[in-house]
């Protein structure tokens, strides 16, 4: 019954702008492609980590076989995170991994808390990458190897992308893999979306995955390999 209310004084940034990034692009892969996938909520960008942990039997020193405490915790969106939620399973029975019972609960509560408050948009946590969003689309190599037109974005999805940005300030990610490098620069910049490239000039893989919804000026993160 007492509300305590803590006003921080920020004195220093923990860790460089740089390596807080690359961390919350891990997170959110642990969601997208790992242990995590049960925490994904359709339209949004989810960052964050599992944990099993075994509990110990005080009386013998060792731990129990049998008995864990499993954890999710996850904040969302990950770029312009306004919500985080830590779910913490004590002894849960049959399976026990905090993938299969902690993630999924993070997963409802937390689209029940965006469908009633949806989040405000705010300018993204990280802001985009200067060094590649400065640079020249058309002095970059065409590889031999396109995406067949069918799999394009149509107008329509073009138009419906523009008018959520209008609206929310929030915007879908284009699909980009299997394109050209000159190509996934022109879908992203389109919808002013920064992006960071490693590797080659056909991009094999794209973070956020295509279909999320992001602030815009969010900086998406691209895999490329050479021809």
């Known amino acids: ?71 999710f915790v996850g904040f969302v969106p990950a770029d312009a995170p306004c919500y985080l939620m830590l779910v913490v399973m004590d002894d849960p029975r049959g399976d026990y991994y905090g993938g299969q019972v902690a993630a999924p609960i993070f997963r409802d509560a937390m689209t029940r808390i965006l469908e009633s408050f949806p989040p405000t948009p705010t300018e993204p946590l990280f802001a985009p990458s200067t060094a590649h969003a400065m640079e020249d689309p058309g002095n970059l190599k065409e590889p031999s190897r396109e995406r067949s037109l069918s799999s394009q974005p149509s107008n329509m999805d073009l138009e419906v992308a523009f008018a959520e940005e209008v609206k929310t300030g929030f915007i879908r990610v284009p699909p980009v893999e299997g394109l050209s490098l000159r190509g996934a620069i022109r879908e992203l910049t389109s919808r002013n979306l920064a992006f960071d490239i490693s590797g080659g000039t056909e991009i094999v893989y794209q973070s956020p995955s295509a279909g999320s919804l992001v602030p815009v000026g969010t900086v998406c993160y691209l895999l490329g390999l050479n021809d």
Not at 11 to 34: F, H, M, W, Y
């Open 1 to 71: 019954g007492t509300i305590e209310e803590v006003n921080p004084t920020i004195i220093r940034q923990a860790i460089p702008t740089s390596a807080a990034r690359k961390l919350c692009d891990l997170l959110t892969g642990v969601v997208e492609n790992g242990t995590a996938q049960a925490a994904a909520i359709p339209g949004w960008r989810v960052a964050g980590k599992t944990g099993t942990a075994q509990k110990i039997d005080h009386a013998k020193h060792q731990y129990y076989k049998d008995r864990f405490i499993s954890s």
